[in-house]
């Protein structure tokens, strides 16, 4: 089993990596996000995406592109931190920080066989339509072959709905000894 630090890679490294494995037969899965706070519809979700192959890649937002998609003070968590959390799940085999706002550049480099994203990228009103709109890594994944599948998503299991809860509560609990 990896280390930690053996599960978090840098991109070119990582492509390097996945090409021998899938040279070798293995179904490379991956996926990609902010993972700003770990909850249960992100560990389910990357439970379902790993059952999709034999080895699951997480991208991660830097920083900077974690900011620029979810706004001011965000991320909560530093990249470092988040990608180490990643890296100790079980269901989790590689994970590498990114820099750009989409995972287009990241998506074309390690060329997985399955790209996986949450059912709320689904087109309005059609569950098992991507909306293309909001997932450009859609058309490069199906140009050189591989698959884009949707997971369900979980409602109200977003970091975003977590944060709040927080803030609701804190501001609920304003007064109170």
């Known amino acids: 089993m990896l280390s930690l630090i053996d599960k978090i890679q840098d991109r070119q490294s990582l492509a390097a990596m996945l090409r021998k494995r899938q ?3 293995a179904v490379v899965v991956f996926t990609n996000g902010c993972f700003d706070l ?11 995406a790993r059952a999709l192959g034999d080895l699951l890649v997480v991208g991660v937002n830097n920083d900077a592109s974690a900011r620029a998609l979810k706004g001011a003070g965000r991320p909560l968590v530093p990249e470092d ?3 180490e959390v990643l890296a100790a799940l079980a269901c989790v085999d590689y994970v590498t ?9 990241l998506v074309e480099a390690l060329r997985p066989d399955v790209y996986v994203k949450g059912g709320d990228y689904a087109a309005s009103g059609a569950a098992a339509s991507i909306d293309e709109t909001r997932l450009p890594e859609a058309a490069p994944v199906r140009a050189y072959g591989g698959q884009v599948r949707l997971i369900p998503y979980l409602p109200e299991h977003s970091t975003t709905a977590l ?3 927080i803030l609701a509560r804190c ?3 304003e007064g109170q000894p």
């Open 23 to 25: 040279a070798a037969g």
């Open 38 to 48: 770990l909850h249960l519809g992100h560990v389910r979700y990357l439970q379902a």
């Open 81 to 83: 931190e988040r990608a």
């Open 97 to 105: 920080i990114f820099e750009e706002k989409t995972a287009v550049a």
């Open 163 to 165: 944060i709040a809860r």
């Open 171 to 173: 501001a609920g609990a």
